[in-house]
């Protein structure tokens, strides 16, 4: 009997599987997507964010009505265009305005305070808010000291139900309640262009009240992953702009954010990571100076692996830093990488035989050979169900009518797979 293989191939994003038989070509999706609610899954996005912060002692994001039409406006942008981007074009469809303040604005939004975070073709609140984790400036984004308002936004494409965007949109409520008040008159220091009317003064103690008032409740120190975290994201693949550019995967990074309310100098003297095994790992440290996009403020520090790190594992981090008063301070902790559902095999795709259990689901990685090594056109038998966990690992599902034998092929590496 003809055996029929399906090929499978990795872009950006998205992952297309198309079949080979004859000529003919099938599409078929990675994850089976279906119709979402789009408000749940706004709701589900913005408790995921306020978990994680209080998890780390931030204060909670509270919904800004304006700011989640601010940020639905922008998504329902994104799928109309099938753009991915902060910046709007004129003249596109459901153009709003160019940037996120542009839109805030908009929606009536009236201080100038706005950040915004965004996902695109991420199924669920789940993986836009963790992919968003993984992604360092993105992350600084949502652990900021300096928000108190979200507006989540969530669009799904109706013709084509895989593409679904996650927009979201921070700000901070004592400067909008400082635009709702009495312009400052009279003299001394004050800010304008801080609200919609760019002629609008708020003196400079209360500006900065407003935004000191938000610092001083929340932590001295903010670490990602935070303390005793389980089920972190073992990888990281890309983030535009890209703090990695000559790495196409690696591990997600570690950061530490310091509080500038409470420190004013910082020196960081090593900021390292061990393995369950008190092996060093081998990390690229960023911080201000060495950030080749210029994102990172004076107070930010982050150390990528440079090699993925392994699943279901525990990994401690050290900072050792000082100030001008304080000296050999030391920060450590520790975190748990995900243990993927079902049973987990290490290939290594040189042709070695595995054995899978039938009627099972068994999670397979190729562990990176080097900083490019992610998975690429992917060849298996049409009646085994496979999926992508990530660019580098995936979840074959068998049962009855599965093959008691098959093989796999991923770029130039090759598994054969029997069933017991």
Not at 123 to 132: F, P
Not at 184 to 208: E, L, W
Not at 306 to 335: C, G, M, P, Q
Request: charged share 25%; glycine share 6%; hydrophobic share 35%.
């Amino acid at each position: 009997m003809k055996r029929v293989y399906l090929f499978l191939s990795i872009v950006p994003i998205i992952w297309i599987i198309g079949g080979c038989d004859g000529g003919e070509r099938r599409e078929i999706e990675l994850v089976k997507a279906t119709k979402i609610d789009s408000g749940y899954e706004a709701i589900m996005a913005s408790d995921r964010v306020n978990n994680i912060r209080s998890k780390i002692g931030l204060n909670r994001l509270i919904t800004s009505q304006e700011l989640e039409k601010s940020a639905s406006l922008h998504a329902q942008y994104l799928i109309a265009n099938h753009e991915s981007s902060h910046f709007e074009i004129k003249g596109h469809k459901k153009f709003v305005g160019v940037s996120p303040l542009d839109r805030a604005l908009y929606a009536g939004y009236i201080s100038k305070y706005v950040s915004e975070n965004l996902s695109t073709n991420t199924l669920t609140a789940v993986d836009s808010v963790d992919n968003l984790f993984s992604a360092i400036y993105h992350r600084f984004g949502f652990l900021s000291n300096k928000i108190d308002q979200i507006g989540v936004g969530v669009e799904q494409d109706s013709n084509s139900l895989k593409d679904v965007d996650f927009v979201y949109n921070m700000g901070n409520s004592n400067l909008v309640n400082l635009c709702k008040g009495v312009s400052m008159s009279g003299n001394g220091s004050y800010y304008n262009n801080v609200c919609k009317d760019s002629k609008f003064k708020i003196s400079a103690k209360n500006y900065n009240e407003a935004i000191n008032n938000l610092k001083k409740i929340n932590p001295k120190v903010v670490i990602y992953p935070y303390r005793n975290q389980t089920g972190v994201k073992p990888v990281f693949y890309n983030e535009d702009p890209d703090p990695l550019p000559d790495y196409e995967v690696s591990g997600i990074p570690i950061s530490v954010e310091f509080n500038d309310y409470y420190f004013k100098d910082i020196k960081v003297d090593s900021f390292k990571l061990f393995d369950d095994k008190n092996r060093e790992v081998t990390t690229r440290f960023m911080d201000k100076n060495s950030d080749p996009n210029s994102r990172f403020n004076k107070y930010q520090f982050a150390i990528f692996p440079l090699n993925r790190l392994e699943y279901a594992k525990k990994y401690r981090a050290v900072i050792k830093y000082h100030t001008k008063k304080d000296k050999n301070k030391e920060l450590s902790w520790s975190f748990n990488t995900i243990k993927p559902k079902g049973d987990l095999i290490i290939a290594k795709g040189e042709g070695e035989s595995i054995e899978l259990k039938a009627n099972s689901s068994t999670v397979i990685y190729f562990r990176p050979k080097d900083a490019h090594d992610i998975l690429k056109d992917l060849i298996f038998p049409s009646n085994i169900d496979v999926s992508f966990i990530d660019n580098n690992t995936i979840r074959v599902n068998l049962d009855d009518k599965s093959d008691s034998s098959f093989e796999i092929k991923v770029g130039n590496r090759k598994i054969n797979v029997n069933l017991r």
